[in-house]
């Protein structure tokens, strides 16, 4: 398996990652540790700045003693694994149809616009890179989109462009709904389980 990325000739985890990835291959009963496959090359990719190379995948295939292409097979089907470096934010917009119907085209065009590149592009400073992608799971909340470990929900171009200013600022932005939406209510507050509402709120500390 080759792209036109320079690849590093060796991975091995650390000696703290190794001890994760004993206790995750550990869930699985005898004989089924391929099952382990997924997060372990997540924990690969995460050791290396996002970034899931060849030899990162063959090391994961040796540790499961798997044929490598098995490995390869995973990697290659999921959006969640980067096959070439990326930026320190990684800023994937979701265009799949719910969020597309929510105007997930002009989320798209925002961040074109605030940091400069097309999709699939990395900042010239390695600060960003912009990816538009399949759904992730935030269907209710669209349009959205995903930057690094966090979900950005009830976008508009407006609040998309605050939440890159404040990345390209060294900020942190808010995550979550941008509209102050509790989960996945109703933009309306809920009109049914209302007291249920109340008490899961007070317990997870929201307003």
């Not at 979900?151 to 995550?175: N, Q, R």
Request: glycine letters at 6%; charged letters at 20%; proline letters at 4%.
């Amino acid at each position: 398996m080759t792209n036109d990325t320079q690849q590093p000739e060796s991975f091995a985890f650390t000696a703290e990652n190794m001890d994760t990835a004993k206790a995750i291959i550990a869930k699985y009963p005898e004989g089924w540790q391929a099952s382990a496959v997924m997060p372990l090359l997540d924990l690969a990719q995460r050791q290396n700045d996002n970034f899931l190379s060849q030899a990162a995948m063959d090391y994961v295939a040796e540790l499961l003693d798997m044929p490598t292409i098995r490995v390869y097979e995973v990697a290659t089907f999921y959006t969640m694994y980067n096959l070439k470096p990326v930026g320190k934010h990684h800023v994937q917009v979701c265009t799949n149809l719910p969020c597309w119907l929510r105007g997930s085209d002009k989320i798209m065009g925002a961040c074109k616009k605030v940091l400069e590149i097309g999709n699939g592009q990395t900042t010239e400073d390695g600060m960003f890179t912009l990816s538009e992608v399949e759904c992730l799971g935030a269907c209710v909340n669209a349009p959205m989109m995903q930057i690094n470990d966090d979900y950005f929900e009830d976008l508009d171009e407006e609040s998309t462009l605050a939440v890159l200013s404040e990345l390209k600022a060294g900020k942190t932005p808010k995550a979550g709904s941008q509209i102050n939406r509790f989960t996945c209510e109703p933009e309306s507050g809920l009109t049914s389980l209302t007291d249920q509402a109340e008490l899961l709120k007070a317990k997870v500390g929201g307003d």
